[in-house]
């Protein structure tokens, strides 16, 4: 059995002050993140809304990105 928590190994947390908001992306997305390509980053108002979503979806980007668009 995996530890839920394993789920976050690879993912990068970042808190933006202008925007009061976290993002989440993984290792490997980090340049394209600080480039300002979001294409592989989730948002929240709270990172632990962003680590449940991580864990609840086994660190499946894809997953997450297709629950997201269900729910908007």
């Not at 290792?27 to 929240?44: H, L, M, P």
Request: proline content about 0%.
């Amino acid at each position: 059995m995996i530890n839920s928590e394993s789920h976050l190994y690879d993912w990068l947390f970042h808190y933006n002050h202008h925007t009061n908001s976290w993002a989440a992306f993984k290792r490997e997305d980090v340049q394209d993140y600080f480039n300002g390509n979001y294409k592989n980053v989730i948002k929240s108002k709270a990172q632990k809304t962003l680590e449940g979503l991580i864990t609840a979806h086994e660190g499946d980007l894809e997953s997450i990105q297709d629950f997201m668009k269900k729910i908007k």
